[in-house]
């Protein structure tokens, strides 16, 4: 299901995994013509770190598939836009209602560039919702054949009171945030990957503050 739900432009592609994970999800992103292989093993695609992670709880609760009630889950894969589409509703053992929006595409205006955009809703609650949004594994990886791949990530949580502004860079840890009933919050993360097969090449507007990923160059 995964790899019939991937998105990919030709340079990076990703898998259609879940964002909050499960034992029965493989999150994967690859560089076209890099590889990476063990020892006596056949070389393989490398897999890069997974930008796509976000998990969330509500008053504690977690909120994943195999916990509490699924009312809506369908993943969506849209050709004529090259998106990728996810629509949810999940009920927690408390009772409570979120709906969860997401999109991720991989850009053909920038083929370095991944997006992906998240809304949650509280549909029938007010509470305190716990969001990771941590890249999960190393934003720099070196192949064995010498190739170096970076990844630069940037999250944003927009502002939760429903005016549509202002907006929040969310650290590299879990934050908690208060939402109100029937408000949505969304969360924005925009990725730029470049190997060093590439040579240097000017970063993408989005992605050049300090506050790019984790060990990214």
Not at 16 to 43: Q, R
Not at 127 to 146: K, N, Q, Y
Request: net charge positive; proline share 5%; aromatic share 4%.
């Amino acid at each position: 299901m995964e790899s019939l739900f991937a998105i990919g432009n030709g340079y990076v592609g990703s898998r259609g995994s879940l964002a909050e994970g499960s034992p029965l999800s493989a999150p994967a992103t690859f560089v076209a013509g890099v590889f990476n292989s063990d020892a006596g093993s056949v070389p393989g695609l490398a897999r890069l770190a997974d930008w796509t992670r976000l998990s969330l709880t509500v008053n504690g609760d977690p909120v994943r598939l195999n916990h509490g009630q699924n009312l809506q889950h369908r993943r969506i894969l849209d050709m004529r836009q090259g998106m990728f589409w996810r629509e949810w509703r999940h009920q927690d053992r408390g009772g409570r209602v979120t709906r969860l929006t997401e999109v991720r595409l991989a850009s053909l205006a920038d083929r370095h560039v991944l997006l992906q955009s998240i809304a949650l809703t509280a549909e029938n609650y007010s509470g305190t919702v716990t969001i990771d949004a941590t890249t999960s594994g190393p934003l720099t990886l070196t192949t064995d054949r010498g190739i170096i791949v970076a990844m630069a990530v940037r999250t944003r949580r927009a502002d939760c009171k429903g005016n549509g502004t202002g907006s929040t860079e969310l650290p590299d840890h879990p934050v908690s945030t208060e939402i109100r009933l029937g408000e949505t919050c969304r969360l924005d993360r925009v990725v730029a990957i470049c190997t060093s097969r590439e040579g240097k090449r000017r970063a993408p507007r989005s992605s050049r503050p300090s506050s790019v990923g984790r060990g990214a160059p």
